[in-house]
């Protein structure tokens, strides 16, 4: 059986979206090129089970706001499927086809300064989905909605006469979380949602995040490049490289014991709070460019454990405790265990 | 350490950095005083709009108009350096004090080579000839670590990843050797694995050159393995500052210890984080008492009423009338 759950709310199989990068038609012609073609997602799959946090780390440029932007249909997929509570994505053409999911699924963006219209009133942007929907007719009904759904993120229902600009950046992402909600998804996809605020704000926002998903029972999608987070609020962790996903598993599972030698690699890049003075071991080489990704395994350059066939195969992602994992030199068993890597 | 052979190279006292406006004068940086030893990092650390950039910024004398320093002094190495012309603070710069800023890309000549940039640099603060600046430009970049020096001195800055143009500022900041760098938000822009990568660079070459840092960041995993003291700022003032392993492990000041309390951490279970209420006070509205009286779980009446001062407890020194012992309320320190 192939994922966490029994029922996954979402379930995305061989995710692909290839962006064309090519330089005018003209140029490839006097040039002799082909197109160029950007792998950002190239063949994701995962599961997420209701009421749970998925989330995906990793470097940026790594495609993993990419796959945020394809679950919620911002982006069309090159192939794969995205399935939402049994229905596949994919198969809605249609505006009308789509509107019963759009309203369940909805996004809360990184940045709180342009993902609010500056010129609205707060209440109107959180009554946007109300109105779009259709779910609320009357404007008076409508007002005591968005009262309910600012008070829910701890902001008063008096706010709602204001403009975002009269707001702190972790209050205007209460914002957003407000308007997210107010069409009653049962999915959030977050996109790197406090990576622009300050720490005692990012905590004031998780913590009501993690407050909202017991309540309501939601289901996120969390993107994130910051371990420590993804640590706190994650059920399940999806490890993702160059538009693959080299790893997942439950949370403390894939940390604690990572398998994949980049998750170790980043895992043991987090600075350490409580051994002040440790040396943090310096994660080797970057990441390459995504329109020329090195051929088999894409970490190899970068891998110490790397051998020929990592250079030519790419890997298929095998089952492990509690997810998979894509690597030739787990699948052969001739990792040293993470103990010993670090000694060494 | 022989902490009693460093003396202090860069010595702050009473700063106060104000910014006139039409409806008053607001203080950004109020009465901050601290000092950096020979070949020591001092973090300074804060949420934005602590004060943390421009306290920075007001040491090199890089205060955007018509922020001013109001009052107090800064001393380099025995010199009053707070109240010198343009022309004599620019000579400094560079030749003496040199700077990491948080964006590369920004702080590069986007139309210029790497190399041109780092050879007029050289040439400006000393008398080089051409091949010899050429020279010692490509032995500087191959010092902070970047590949093939050779063919990546003619390049421009655009054709460098964010982690290397990051060295490039490093090796343009280190170029005349500096006695005191200031590092503002150095790998803020940077990938965890990269920012790892500049930190082991920095720490090796302050080592190596024996230079003061002064490291402004918001990130306190940085601080724990970088610095050997830590400031922490709110609403331009120190509230408290001390040996790295006391403000992060034992964190005297109620604010200190509730940011170190809401980081998450790796391995660390917890259902909820602790969770600071409220936001920092804009200048504008700044609290009358102490600052962080609004926010602060152990507030008492005196905190309203007047402003603490940094006092000496245990090895650290805190802005915090729970720990002044004339004061009633004050817990007993065990």
New interface residues.
């Given amino acids: 059986m192939k994922g966490p759950g029994p029922t996954p709310l979402l379930r995305v199989r061989n995710l692909v979206k290839y962006f064309d990068v090519s330089p005018p038609l003209i140029t490839r012609v006097l040039n002799r090129e082909g197109r160029t073609v950007l792998k950002a997602v190239d063949g994701v799959s995962f599961d997420i089970p209701a009421g749970r946090t998925f989330s995906l780390v990793g470097e940026s440029g790594c495609g993993k706001s990419t796959v945020a932007r394809l679950v919620v249909r911002l982006y069309e997929p090159t192939a794969g499927s995205i399935e939402f509570d049994g229905i596949d994505l994919s198969t809605l053409r249609t505006r009308k086809e789509m509107e019963p999911v759009r309203g369940r699924v909805q996004m809360i963006f990184q940045d709180p300064y342009a993902s609010l219209n500056p010129r609205w009133r707060v209440v109107d942007i959180v009554a946007e989905p109300i109105r779009t929907h259709r779910l609320i007719d009357n404007d008076a009904d409508i007002v005591l909605r968005v009262g309910e759904l600012l008070e829910q993120v701890r902001l008063s229902p008096a706010d709602g006469a204001k403009f975002p600009h009269e707001f702190s950046g972790g209050q205007r992402q209460r914002i957003s979380i407000a308007r997210a909600l107010a069409s009653n998804p049962d999915f959030l996809v977050c996109d790197e949602p406090t990576s622009a605020l300050d720490v005692s704000v990012q905590a004031q926002i998780l913590n009501l995040m993690k407050g909202l998903q017991r309540d309501l029972g939601l289901t996120y999608l969390f993107i994130s490049h910051d371990l420590a987070v993804v640590y706190h609020i994650s059920d399940f962790v999806g490890v993702m490289y160059l538009g693959r996903l080299v790893e997942w598993g439950q949370g403390k599972d894939v940390f604690r014991r990572p398998r994949h030698p980049y998750t170790r690699m980043l895992l043991e890049a987090i600075p350490d709070l409580e051994m002040s003075g440790k040396q943090r071991k310096a994660v080797a080489g970057e990441v390459p460019s995504p329109i020329h990704p090195p051929s088999g395994c894409h970490f190899h350059p970068r891998c110490p454990y790397a051998d020929d066939r990592c250079r030519a195969e790419s890997p298929v992602p095998i089952p492990v405790a509690s997810g998979e994992v894509a690597c030739h030199g787990v699948e052969e068993g001739r990792l040293p265990d993470r103990a010993s890597s670090t000694a060494a | 350490m022989n902490d009693r052979e460093r003396r202090p190279l860069l010595e702050v006292e009473n700063l106060r950095v104000e910014f006139p406006t039409r409806r008053g004068t607001l203080v950004a940086v109020d009465d901050v005083s601290f000092h950096i030893d020979e070949g020591e990092v001092l973090g300074v650390v804060g ?2 709009g602590a004060g943390k950039s421009l306290t920075g910024a007001a040491i090199i004398g890089l205060l955007e108009p018509p922020g001013r320093i109001a009052s107090g002094q800064v001393v380099l190495d025995g010199r009053r350096i707070d109240n010198l012309s343009y022309e004599q603070m620019r000579r400094i710069r560079g030749r003496e004090i040199g700077m990491v800023f948080q964006d590369p890309l920004t702080s590069l000549n986007p139309l210029y080579t790497v190399g041109r940039q780092l050879v007029e640099t050289l040439q400006t603060h000393t008398d080089l000839g051409d091949d010899e600046a050429r020279e010692r430009a490509i032995a500087l970049l191959s010092e902070v670590g970047i590949p093939s020096p050779r063919v990546r001195i003619d390049q421009y800055p655009h054709q460098f ?1 964010g ?2 143009r990051q060295r490039v500022v490093i090796a343009l900041a280190l170029c005349i050797n500096p006695r005191l760098i200031i590092a503002d938000e150095p790998t803020t822009a940077l ?7 500049i ?2 660079l920095l720490k090796r070459l302050c080592r190596d050159h024996g230079a003061a840092v002064m490291l402004i960041t ?5 601080i ?2 970088t610095a050997d003291r830590v400031a922490v700022m709110y609403a331009g003032r120190l509230a408290e500052i001390g040996a ?2 006391q403000v ?2 034992h964190a005297k000041h109620p604010y200190t210890h ?20 409220g ?2 006070p804009r200048l504008t509205a700044i609290p009358s008492g102490c600052a962080f009286n609004p926010r602060c779980p152990e507030a008492f009446e005196h905190c309203r009423a007047a402003r603490p001062d940094l006092i000496a407890v245990e090895d650290s020194q805190v802005a915090c009338w729970l720990y002044d012992p004339s004061v009633e309320r004050a817990v007993s320190l065990e």
Avoid: C, F, K, R
């Avoid at chain 2, 990938?191 to 990568?197: G, L």
């Avoid at chain 2, 918001?218 to 940085?222: A, L, N, P, S, Y």
């Fill in positions: 949420e934005s990843s982690g290397m990938d965890v694995s990269i920012q790892a990568q930190i082991v918001h990130d306190m995993g940085v724990a393995e790295v392993d992060i492990n509730g940011l170190m309390g809401s980081i998450p951490v790796v391995g660390h279970d917890a259902d909820e984080l602790v969770q600071i209420e936001t920092m």
